[in-house]
């Protein structure tokens, strides 16, 4: 069974007395164990679409199910608490908590999944230690590099072992070798633990590990 599916989502945003439609009824599922990445040109509606799978966004029409669950455009609570159980989201601005540390950032992040406190330290050094930042888990955001602050995030929405897994250019403030790192990292967790991973790139590389890449443009499929 599919762990995420859209129907013929379509998503329009105001501006001003206009209408303008960002998305043109795409459908998706996704599989346990796969690797999909998605790809397209600034303004193609990448985000836009990542957001409304991951339950951010509503759609303007057009359904999503999380692990068979519908969620529900008009009921934010429902929507927040299947972000909670079952979405990691990697954002491309970061969207750290400025007053926390890195190994802080985390700990929150399994808070509001509702870890237990007493795993909860644990699970975060686990996954700070995965991101190469055990010398910098006490560190606050502004004192992180931009690739280091990508790395706590993608460690935040790892954490918890969500089943489904967003990512927004995750490589994209990374170096080679650590995005590379980053990448193996989502194909083993596809393949060894049953995530399912969506990244959204301009990077290359993620086709090498991806099962399959999509590509969009104008807010439609490329076929």
């Known amino acids: 069974m599919a762990v995420l599916e859209a129907t013929d989502i379509v998503k329009d945003y105001r501006e ?17 164990g796969e690797v999909v990445a998605l790809e397209g040109p600034s303004g193609s509606g990448k985000t836009t679409l990542l957001q409304v799978l991951g339950c951010i966004l509503s759609p303007t029409a057009g359904a999503v199910r999380v692990q068979g669950e519908s969620a529900p455009p008009d009921r934010p609570a429902r929507l927040a608490e299947l972000r909670r159980r079952h979405i990691g989201f990697v954002f491309q601005q970061y969207h750290l908590f400025p007053a926390l540390s890195a190994r802080d950032n985390v700990r929150y992040a399994l808070q509001i999944k509702g870890f237990p406190q007493e795993r909860r330290a644990a699970e975060a050094d686990r996954w700070i230690q995965a991101m190469g930042l055990a010398d910098r888990a006490e560190y606050l955001p502004r004192d992180l590099s931009g690739g280091q602050k990508q790395r706590v995030a993608i460690a935040r929405a790892i954490a918890g072992e969500p089943a489904i ?39 290359p590389k993620v086709q090498d590990i991806a099962d399959r890449v999509l590509r969009i443009r104008d807010g439609r499929f490329e076929h």
């Open 165 to 203: 897994l967003l990512a927004d250019e995750p490589t994209a403030n990374l170096d080679t070798q650590v995005g590379r790192q980053v990448l193996e990292l989502f194909r083993g967790l596809a393949s060894q633990h049953g995530r399912a991973v969506l990244i959204v790139t301009h990077d």
């Open 16 to 32: 001003g007395r206009e209408s303008v439609r960002v998305l043109h009824g795409l459908s998706l599922a996704l599989e346990p």
